[in-house]
DNA sequence: TAAATTTGCTAACGAACGTTAGGTTGCTTA
DNA sequence: TAAGCAACCTAACGTTCGTTAGCAAATTTA
């Protein structure tokens, strides 16, 4: 069942595509309109100004992301669980929206006041909840971090990175990425975590 | 002791500033020469077109890159020990460079062809590097990872995404990021590793 | 069927773009 | 002291930029 868009979203679809591949400066509304098969000024017959589809975009993908990781608060969990979550809540949207998402990441700083400012803050917003997350887990000793913080930017900056090489028909599926990438997060390279579990665990036999 | 810059090299450095926060089509000949302090047409004293710019920031950023990689490999060592050496030397050119590491790895899909298309074979050549790494830990046993080319992808995503929060003031020396960074990715964010490791490690003394 | 809405057009606007041509100044070297 | 060079200037080029005005056709709604 293939969604039926309006001219203004096929026009945002489609910009999406070019700001991800050319960049949100280098892509002129006269590219846009061929892309879309019309006149450049036939575009403003559906939208206010070039920046007003980046503006869209961008706080889409926000309230996509948000509305995510509200989701995975509304259950109950340890830290690890609703990191866990969290990741792959992360992911399922990253995958779903690879364009935007890209767009989102990397084009907002053409946004002018005050959406740049509001760009920022929610951005901040959103990584706090990440923090909040591993801060709790050190509180109970499920995590050992050096800084909550740089443990946050850091499991952000791994998952952000995924747009760029992930394709649907790719072997890996969104599910089996946010798999991987938790492990690796939260175990490690080093095989020596499992090897010793495995080694040890019939000691915590009850 | 301040290295004397010829106005080349001046103009690169202003222009790596503007094209790190502005981006490389956003930023005009004009805006890098009123922040220089002279006409635009006189940057063309200096410099053949604006993309040579582009290219010798993103061209010698890879260079360093590289050197740094080799110096890493020139010493022996296991898997997990040039991992550690190969994050840190990665790191230290970051740090050492942050706004240079930013045109680098965002702006070089403005560079035309073949600079283009150079750019893209140095980045998986550089990529190889660290997937060679984790191939051989994985067939050593010192890694467990689910696929290597995933791995060292999240890697090197987590560390380049140091640029955007860097400062040579903060807190964090680049010896301490690549430290942290290490424990991350190799132990993960778990604790129980280290807390087996303490519990169990009495038995295998030899 | 009349009115309203959607979608597109041509023509053009002023501004900004990267770049070139040709010339001037002042310092450095032979 | 003459030649060479580095550095910068003014003026201007052809092009492209985002956007507006005004109009026309087709489709939807009342």
């Known amino acids: 069942m293939e969604a039926v868009l309006s001219r203004k979203e096929q026009i945002e679809k489609t910009a999406t595509a070019l700001f991800k591949s050319?960049?949100?400066?280098?892509?002129?509304?006269?590219?846009?309109?061929?892309?879309?098969?019309?006149?450049?000024?036939?575009?403003?017959?559906?939208?206010?100004?070039?920046?007003?589809?980046?503006?869209?975009?961008?706080?889409?993908?926000?309230?996509?992301?948000?509305?995510?990781?509200?989701?995975?608060e509304a259950k109950e969990g340890n830290a690890t669980d609703r990191l866990k979550r969290a990741i792959a809540a992360h992911v399922n949207v990253l995958t779903q929206n690879t364009e935007a998402s890209a767009v989102f990441l990397h084009e907002w700083r053409h946004l002018s006041e005050p959406m740049h400012g509001t760009y920022l803050s929610l951005r901040d917003k959103y990584e706090a909840r990440f923090r909040e997350i591993i801060r709790s887990g050190m509180n109970n000793?499920?995590?050992?971090?050096?800084?909550?913080?740089?443990?946050?930017?850091?499991?952000?900056?791994?998952?952000?990175?995924?747009?760029?090489?992930?394709?649907?028909?790719?072997?890996?599926?969104?599910?089996?990425?946010?798999?991987?990438?938790?492990?690796?997060?939260?175990?490690?390279?080093?095989?020596?975590k499992q090897a010793l579990h495995d080694t040890y665990s019939h000691l915590n036999t009850p």
């Open 22 to 72: 050319k960049g949100f400066s280098a892509t002129s509304m006269r590219d846009l309109a061929n892309a879309l098969g019309i006149e450049a000024a036939s575009i403003y017959s559906h939208i206010k100004s070039k920046e007003e589809i980046l503006q869209r975009v961008c706080f889409n993908m926000a309230r996509e992301f948000f509305e995510a990781i509200d989701a995975v």
């Open 141 to 192: 000793g499920e995590f050992t971090v050096p800084d909550e913080k740089f443990a946050a930017l850091t499991i952000l900056s791994s998952l952000n990175w995924i747009h760029t090489w992930y394709k649907p028909e790719g072997k890996m599926t969104p599910a089996e990425i946010a798999h991987n990438l938790t492990e690796m997060l939260l175990n490690g390279l080093t095989s020596s």
